[in-house]
């Protein structure tokens, strides 16, 4: 599906009024005023690069339109920030300044680990990979996975010394500092550095001579076409040992198995190695192996390394999960590897930048007193985030978040509107190169929704039936997203949720009752796998909310049949 984006700046032709059929408000005494748009996740690990590379031969057409578009898209940005904020350079210097700081900070972490010498003078890489391409028509390079069994990247005496001192570490229950987010039952998690530190020494070289041999000179084989390598080290931020326990994950009912849900890791390239391959289910779903056609492909598998001691690895910024483990035991090493400039004046590639600028943004907002200034904050953070990495999609998916979020609270119809439609564009941006990401397609959905009614409020009109098939295709594509993820193991079920929700919400809104019907049924026998309690309130909301709007609808059906 190709949205034509010169159309969204059109739309505000001056005809009637399109209003949404109010029955479910006026009428419903539910408590549906909210729509569920879906954020990014703060959790450490959330941040983003761009996907390595971005082109299909469908879309160079649009891709060369998008160019001026984008162009003209941020100058409009900036506009914009330059009219509300009074010193934008400055503030944008220091929370660059801020965010080379942490980094900074970060690599003393793991220091000990050795960083890779200049690729120049780094040994030559001896070990065969194979390249995971995306899902597509004309598909793109999105992981590798090493191929030979006589190569692995680390041999059995070094997988037993890490799983050794990890299983030591988790059973004593004081010593297990864990930044890790991710605590769901069955998991359990130890910083590789922790472990090398307090149980085993003999670790620190074990890995430092898998680093200098071989990780480091594949890292550099495999990235040098995606990233400009010149005079950059590489440098583990931080590794974990990571055991899903499908036994533990079944006895609390988490029938989807032991895993983590789609994310993306801070830093530059993750490197996940296999320690074991006694379990059934597990394995890395990258979200590009789905299918962008409107279609479940049952085909899609997710990735597995040839066996232990091999790996799997891909830009920390593809979006990707752990698939439920639902047998056994899975065990891994995932290393998250960042990297630092030698000689330029900016040490921090901007590809970090990016993911960090996206990570902190939560946090520096929030230090804000108004809600009116917290946006800002947010808009300037994901503005920097898309000039240090244009191709980034979920910068731009931000970016738009945020302006939306602004436009929701400018009281000026007119300027609300304007930003509305800025929003939207900077979605649209994110949709061309994001395509796979469902809550996304979720959140364009809702974008569209409310441009409907602010242009209304603003007396503009805006062709209800372009903006009905737009939205109904965001909807139904988050959806099929959701189920394909869903359907291979990985727990996508509180985005879900949210997409079945305002579906089933806007479908009733048009008094397409039986359509709306359809889609709420998902409600009465899908299963929840909450991450954290929170979490477990917020969808338990959403499905009491969800059964309740599913009846008002069965209700009137048989009303209107009578
Ligand atoms: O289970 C997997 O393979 C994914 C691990 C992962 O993404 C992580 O630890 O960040
Ligand atoms: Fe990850």
Redesign the pocket.
């Known amino acids: 599906m190709h949205l034509d984006y010169l159309l969204i700046l059109g739309v505000c032709a001056e005809s009637a009024a399109f209003s949404i059929n109010g029955l479910i408000s006026k009428n419903v005494a539910l408590s549906l005023s909210h729509s569920y748009s879906i954020r990014g996740s703060s959790h450490l690990?959330s941040s983003s690069i761009p996907s390595m590379q971005y082109e299909t031969s469908t879309q160079t057409k649009l891709n060369s339109d998008l160019n001026i578009n984008i162009q003209n898209l941020i100058e409009k940005v900036d506009i914009f920030l330059a009219g509300k904020i009074g010193s934008v350079e400055q503030e944008k210097e220091s929370i660059v300044k801020r965010i080379d700081e942490i980094h900074a900070k970060d690599l003393e972490f793991c220091s000990p680990f050795i960083s890779s010498k200049l690729r120049k003078d780094s040994k030559q890489n001896s070990i065969s990979y194979e390249r995971i391409y995306s899902n597509e028509e004309n598909p793109h390079p999105i992981a590798i996975r090493t191929t030979d069994v006589t190569q692995p990247l680390l041999d059995p005496y070094a997988i037993h010394a890490i799983r050794d001192a990890a299983e030591t570490q988790w059973r004593d229950k004081n010593k297990s500092s864990s930044r890790f987010t991710y605590q769901r039952k069955g998991n359990y998690e130890a910083h590789l550095i922790d472990l090398a530190t307090n149980v085993n020494p003999e670790l620190l070289s074990i890995v430092n001579t898998a680093l200098e041999d071989r990780i480091y000179p594949l890292v550099q084989d495999v990235y040098s076409d995606i990233i400009d390598l010149e005079d950059l080290s590489f440098q583990i931020y931080d590794s974990?040992v990571?055991r899903y326990n499908a036994t533990e994950a079944k006895l609390f009912s988490n029938t989807i198995g032991a895993?983590?849900p789609l994310?993306r890791?801070l830093g530059i390239v993750?490197v996940?190695i296999m320690l074991n391959e006694e379990f059934e289910g597990?394995?890395?779903l990258l979200e590009n192996q789905l299918s962008r056609n409107d279609v479940v492909d049952e085909s899609v598998e997710p990735l597995k390394p040839i066996g232990a001691g091999h790996a799997v690895s891909h830009l920390s910024s593809e979006r990707?999960?752990?698939v439920g483990t639902t047998d056994g035991v899975r065990d891994?090493l995932?290393m998250f590897l960042t990297a630092t400039r030698k000689n330029a004046d900016s040490k921090v590639p901007s590809l970090e930048r990016t993911a960090r600028l996206k990570s902190m943004t939560r946090k520096h907002s929030l230090e804000f007193g108004s809600n009116h200034d917290a946006i800002l904050c947010r808009i300037l953070h994901h503005r920097l985030a898309t000039k240090y990495t244009p191709t980034d999609g979920e910068a731009y998916q931000y970016l738009g978040m945020s302006l939306r979020d602004y436009a929701k609270i400018e009281e000026n119809q007119s300027h609300a509107l304007d930003i509305m439609l800025l929003a939207i564009r900077c979605l649209l941006v994110a949709f061309e190169r994001n395509p796979c990401d469902g809550r996304l397609s979720n959140n364009i959905a809702l974008s569209y929704e409310n441009l409907l009614s602010m242009a209304n409020k603003s007396g503009k009109s805006i062709d209800p039936i372009e903006m009905d098939s737009r939205i109904v295709s965001f909807y139904r594509r988050a959806m099929l997203l959701h189920q394909q993820c869903d359907k291979i193991g990985c727990d996508v079920s509180f985005d879900f949720d949210c997409a079945t929700l305002n579906f089933g919400l806007y479908e009733a809104n048009q008094d397409l009752f039986v359509e709306a019907i359809n889609v709420l049924e998902r409600f009465e026998s899908s299963v929840s796998y909450a991450t954290n309690e929170e979490r477990n309130e917020q969808q338990d909301r959403m499905r009491n909310d969800a059964l309740g709007l599913l009846e008002f609808c069965r209700r009137t059906l048989t009303n209107k049949i009578r």
Request: avoid cysteine; aromatic fraction near 0%; charged fraction near 10%.
């Open positions: 690990r974990l990571i895993g983590q994310h890791d993750s996940n597990g394995g890395t990707h999960a752990g891994i995932v």
